[in-house]
C-alpha cells in the first residue's frame, strides 16, 4: 500500500481508529458549521445589497410627509419647503452619505453665481459699525418674529469675528482679521478688487463656492439688502474694523 | 395645590438667588474655565432639585384622576408594553401600535389614550397651542411617563416594517435642506464639538450626542420656567431652522423621533432633565 492509501487503512481500521474516531467526526462536523456560516453570511450579503425600501419610494414618502406635517403660521408659509436643485441634490448626498460628484457640484455653484447681483450704485461699502450691529443681530424669518421688521445677519452663531465678541458659534470658520488676513489695507486699491468681488458673491449667494455651504444666501434668498449687505462688506474688510484689528 | 404652588413658587425663589450667586462667582472665574465646564458646572449646580419633579408629581394625579366626559383614568391605557405598564414604555417610544396602526411618540400616544379611554377630542387637543388648556397636561403626563424609564436604556424597537420605515423617513427628514436659509436639523446637529455662540450643539447622528438630544426630554426650561415635551422642543428646533410650524404630532416630528431614538440605542434616558 501506498503511503495515502496506507494513512487512511490505518485511520479506518488501524490501532489508532479508536482515537481518531471522534475526532474525525469533530472535523467534518467543524466543517460543516463552517460552510453553514459561509451560506448565511453570503445570503445576508446579498439581503444587505438590496435596501428594504426602494430609494424612490423612501423619496415619494418623504415629500408626502414634508407636505401634511405643517401648516402655515404668521408669516411662514408651507411653501418654503420646496426645495430647488441645490438643497435637494445636497440633502441625498447628506443623508445617503454618497457625496456630489465634481461635476455636479460644478455644475450647482456654476448655476448659483449666475444668481450674484452687483452693487446697483458699484459702490461695495457701508458702516462696519452697523455690520457689527447686523451680525450680533440673529432674528428674522421665523414664525415669532414681528412681520416687516429687517432681517439680521446672524453671523456670530456660526463665526467668531470682532475679538471682543466672545459669545460666537464655530460652525463657520473664524473671519477674525479677515481682511487683514487677505492682505486688504486699502479697500480702493485695485489689489484689493478680487477679494472684495469674492466677498460680496460669498454674502450673495454662499452656493457659489461651495455647492452644500451651510450658509444662507443672504442676498439670493432676499435675507438681507444690498444696503445691509454694504455694512457687512465694511465689517469684514475695512482696515478700521474691529475685525481686523 | 396651595401648598403646591408654594413651595413651587419659593423653590424658584431659593434658585433664582444661588444662580444669581453663582453668576457672580462665574464672572470673576470665567478666563480660568473653558465656557463647556462652566456651563456643565451650572447645570449641576440646578440638578439640585429640579422643578421637572413637581411636573411628575402632577402628571401622576392626572394618569391616576378619573377625568374627561367619561370620567376615567388614564391607568388601563398601553403605551407599548401593555395597559398600566410604564417602567421602561418611554425608553422603548415612538413605537408602532397595532390598533391604531401607527408609529406613535410618547405625546400622541398619550391623546389617543386620552380619546379612547376617558372621551377628549384627540384633534383638538393637537391643535391647542403648547401652555394652553388639555395641553399642560399632556407636558405633565409626558414628564410622568418618562421619569418611569429613568436611569434606563433607549431601546426602540425596529421589528415592525413601519418602524424600520419610519427610521429611514426620520433619517431623509433630518438631513432635508429647505426654507429660506437652506437649513436642516443637519445644518446644526451632525458634526462633534461645534455650538451656535456658546451653546454647545449635540451630533445627533451619533449614540452620544443622540442620547444628550433626544434623551434629556421631555425637561424642564430655567430659561423661561416652562416643562417641554419633546414635541415642544422639536416645534421650537423646526421654529429657529425657519421652517413652518410642524403639527403636533405629524409625521415629520415622530419620524424625527424614531431617527434620534435608535440612534441613541443603549444610552441612558436622564428624562424629566433640567435645560438651561
Known amino acids: 500500500m501506498t503511503g495515502f492509501k496506507r494513512f487512511i487503512f490505518e485511520l479506518n481500521h488501524g490501532f489508532f481508529s479508536i482515537t481518531l474516531y471522534p475526532m474525525r467526526h469533530m472535523i467534518s462536523k467543524f466543517l460543516c458549521s463552517i460552510l453553514g456560516l459561509l451560506l448565511v453570511a453570503l445570503l445576508c450579503a446579498c439581503a444587505a445589497m438590496k435596501p428594504e425600501f426602494a ?8 415629500q408626502e410627509v414634508l407636505r401634511r406635517s405643517f401648516r402655515d403660521e404668521k408669516a411662514v408659509k408651507v411653501s418654503i419647503l420646496q426645495q430647488d436643485a441645490s438643497n435637494k441634490e445636497c440633502s441625498t448626498a447628506q ?5 456630489l460628484s465634481e461635476q455636479k457640484r460644478k455644475e450647482i455653484e456654476d448655476e448659483n453665481f449666475k444668481t450674484v447681483v452687483s452693487p446697483k450704485d458699484g459702490q461695495y461699502f457701508g458702516d462696519f459699525k452697523l455690520g457689527e450691529v447686523l451680525a450680533q443681530d440673529g432674528r428674522g424669518l421665523t414664525w415669532s418674529d414681528a412681520i416687516g421688521q429687517p432681517n439680521g445677519g446672524q453671523c456670530y452663531n456660526c463665526h467668531q469675528l470682532s475679538a471682543k465678541e466672545l459669545s460666537y458659534g464655530t460652525l463657520g470658520p473664524s473671519l477674525y482679521q479677515y481682511g487683514k488676513n487677505r492682505g486688504v489695507t486699502d479697500l480702493k486699491s485695485e489689489v484689493s478688487k478680487p477679494v472684495i468681488e469674492y466677498t460680496w458673491a460669498k454674502l450673495w449667494n454662499s452656493k457659489s463656492f461651495n455647492a452644500c455651504s ?28 474691529p475685525v481686523n484689528q | 395645590m396651595k401648598s403646591f404652588a408654594i413651595a413651587f413658587e419659593l423653590g424658584r425663589c431659593l434658585r433664582f438667588l444661588s444662580i444669581c450667586a453663582y453668576m457672580w462667582t462665574m464672572c470673576s472665574f470665567v478666563h480660568a474655565q473653558s465656557t463647556a465646564d462652566a456651563i456643565a458646572q451650572y447645570r449641576a449646580m440646578l440638578q439640585d432639585g429640579n422643578p ?28 407599548g408594553l401593555g395597559p398600566g405598564i410604564l417602567e421602561g414604555a418611554w ?5 408602532y401600535f397595532q390598533d391604531t396602526q401607527r408609529v406613535q411618540d410618547l405625546e400622541s400616544r398619550l391623546l389617543t389614550c386620552m380619546q379612547t379611554l376617558q372621551g377628549f377630542d384627540a384633534s383638538a387637543i393637537a391643535q391647542t397651542p403648547f401652555g394652553v388648556g388639555e395641553q399642560i397636561n399632556v407636558s405633565a403626563l409626558a414628564a410622568f411617563v418618562s421619569s418611569r424609564s429613568m436611569g434606563q436604556a433607549f431601546l426602540l424597537p425596529q421589528s415592525h416594517p413601519e418602524e424600520r420605515r419610519f427610521y429611514e423617513l426620520g433619517k431623509r427628514l433630518f438631513f432635508t435642506r429647505a426654507g429660506p436659509y437652506d437649513f436642516s436639523c443637519s445644518t446644526c446637529h451632525a458634526q462633534d464639538a ?12 451619533g449614540k452620544e450626542g443622540a442620547t444628550a438630544g433626544f434623551g434629556a426630554w421631555p425637561a424642564y426650561r430655567v430659561s423661561n420656567g416652562q416643562m ?6 422639536l416645534n421650537d428646533c423646526l421654529r429657529q ?35 438651561r
Open chain 2, 52 to 79: 421637572a419633579d413637581l411636573f411628575v408629581d402632577k402628571g401622576e394625579l392626572l394618569w391616576k384622576a378619573a377625568r374627561g366626559p367619561k370620567n376615567i383614568s388614564l391607568q388601563a391605557c398601553d403605551l
Open chain 2, 194 to 205: 461645534k455650538r451656535i455662540r456658546l451653546q454647545d450643539l449635540p451630533n445627533i447622528t
Open chain 2, 241 to 275: 431652522q425657519r421652517f413652518p410650524y410642524p403639527l403636533f404630532g405629524s409625521d415629520f416630528t415622530i419620524a424625527l423621533g424614531v431617527y434620534m431614538g435608535v440612534n441613541s440605542k443603549g444610552g441612558q434616558s436622564i428624562a424629566p432633565a433640567l435645560k
Open chain 1, 214 to 241: 451651510a450658509m444662507p444666501r443672504y442676498g439670493d434668498h432676499g435675507i438681507l439688502s444690498q444696503v445691509q449687505i454694504k455694512h457687512l462688506m465694511s465689517l469684514l474688510l475695512d482696515p478700521r474694523s
Open chain 1, 55 to 62: 430609494a424612490q419610494d423612501l423619496d415619494r414618502w418623504t
Open chain 1, 95 to 99: 443623508s445617503s452619505g454618497i457625496e
Open chain 2, 91 to 95: 425608553v422603548q417610544l415612538p413605537r
Open chain 2, 228 to 233: 417641554w415635551s419633546m414635541q415642544q422642543r
